[in-house]
């Protein structure tokens, strides 16, 4: 498979995990908010988020599969980037939060977090090796 043919399957996947995640994560706050919908159903319906997330991350490591050598190097240390910045703030966040009177980061925020961090970590790596910034 071709670099180009694994990037579109990846982004196409990841863009309907993502939609599902999103509507998912909306949907449940609107029902815990505006209906009386008993918890134990709104503990069920997390599965969808959930899924989403394990399906965003399984198409991630299908991808990093299926390209060659070069532009693998570049997505594992992008990962191992984000990685690193999610372990850092949660650990950090964490021992701030147990000795000093900081606001509660809830564990929520490592998604988008890592998100972050691995993305802005994937555009600095490929324009400092020349990879392909996809």
Request: charged share 15%.
């Amino acid at each position: 498979m071709t670099h180009k043919q694994a990037h579109r399957r990846y982004m196409k996947l990841s863009a309907a995990l993502m939609v599902l995640y999103v509507v998912g994560i909306l949907g449940l706050s609107l029902a815990e908010k505006h209906t009386n919908i008993p918890r134990v159903a709104l503990y069920g319906l997390t599965g969808f988020p959930i899924a989403a997330i394990f399906g965003w991350m399984w198409g991630l490591w299908r991808y990093v599969n299926e390209i060659d050598e070069f532009l693998r190097a570049i997505q594992i240390k992008s990962i191992m980037y984000g990685l690193t910045i999610v372990m850092g703030v949660s650990t950090g966040w964490g021992l701030l939060e147990f000795y000093s009177e900081v606001p509660r980061l809830p564990i929520f925020y490592v998604v988008p977090i890592f998100s972050g961090a691995y993305g802005i970590a994937h555009i600095i790596i490929s324009r400092r090796e020349g990879g392909v910034c996809s």
